[in-house]
T-cell receptor, first 117, second 115 residues
Framework: AQTVTQSQPEMSVQEAETVTLSCTYD???????LFWYKQPPSRQMILVIR??????QNATENRFSVNFQKAAKSFSLKISDSQLGDAAMYFC??????????????FGTGTRLKVLA | EPEVTQTPSHQVTQMGQEVILRCVPI?????FYWYRQILGQKVEFLVS????????KSEIFDDQFSVERPDGSNFTLKIRSTKLEDSAMYFC?????????????FGPGTRLTVL
């Protein structure tokens, strides 16, 4: 079964600095999707960035980028030029295709990011 | 921008009572999901729903749980006889497509407290 591990329960970063959130996963599948979701307090989860496993190029989305190491099963999120609005819970997720043809997300436990002014 | 909405935001109930959690998925989405997150733990998949029937469910989704799309817009999760351990945040999600490029959009969650 697939698992997702986020080893950093909490991280802090100074405004305008860069921070990297870690995520490792375990799977026997060769083709899959990985995601980072952001959950601000009392708000819904918002997709930050997505990576298809068959793509070697790391996904980027403005100030957000990933370091995807398929062999190491590592999927870290880098936030550059951190802003106060980046403060949130960040979840790493693996998308697992179910036998029915639908799919489910397998989430890590999350990393709470604090941005210091 | 379309969003998944959930009501209520917080539900308090007595053990043994039935609760219904409501979700309004994004209107053109065809796939629906429920997840839960017990405080301090990871988000866990409960069930997926497509074409008016359950597609897949986890071991958590036992006979006490049921889902329904009663009117073409709402998607509900019913817990028949709540237990203390059902206290959690429940997230609804929807997606336009199945496997492929489909992305799940999540609602803000309903916090269920069972006393």
């Amino acid at each position: 079964a697939q698992t997702v591990t986020q080893s950093q329960p909490e991280m802090s970063v100074q405004e305008a600095e860069t921070v990297t959130l870690s995520c490792t996963y375990d799977t026997s599948e060769s083709d899959y999707y990985l995601f980072w979701y952001k959950q601000p307090p009392s708000r819904q989860m918002i997709l930050v960035i997505r990576q298809e496993a068959y793509k070697q190029q790391n996904a980027t989305e403005n100030r957000f980028s990933v370091n995807f190491q398929k062999a190491a099963k590592s999927f870290s999120l880098k936030i550059s030029d951190s802003q106060l609005g980046d403060a949130a819970m960040y979840f790493c997720a693996y998308r697992s295709v179910l036998t029915s043809g639908t799919y489910k997300y397998i989430f890590g436990t999350g990393t709470r990011l604090k941005v210091l002014a | 921008e379309p969003e998944v909405t959930q009501t209520p935001s917080h539900q308090v109930t007595q053990m043994g009572q039935e609760v219904i959690l409501r979700c309004v998925p994004i209107s053109n989405h065809l796939y629906f999901y429920w997840y839960r997150q017990i405080l301090g733990q990871k988000v866990e998949f409960l069930v997926s729903f497509y074409n008016n029937e359950i597609s897949e469910k986890s071991e958590i989704f036992d006979d006490q749980f049921s889902v329904e799309r009663p009117d073409g817009s709402n998607f509900t999760l019913k817990i028949r006889s709540t237990k203390l351990e059902d206290s959690a945040m429940y997230f609804c999600a929807s997606s336009e497509y199945g496997p492929g490029m489909g992305e799940q959009f999540f609602g803000p969650g309903t916090r269920l407290t069972v006393l």
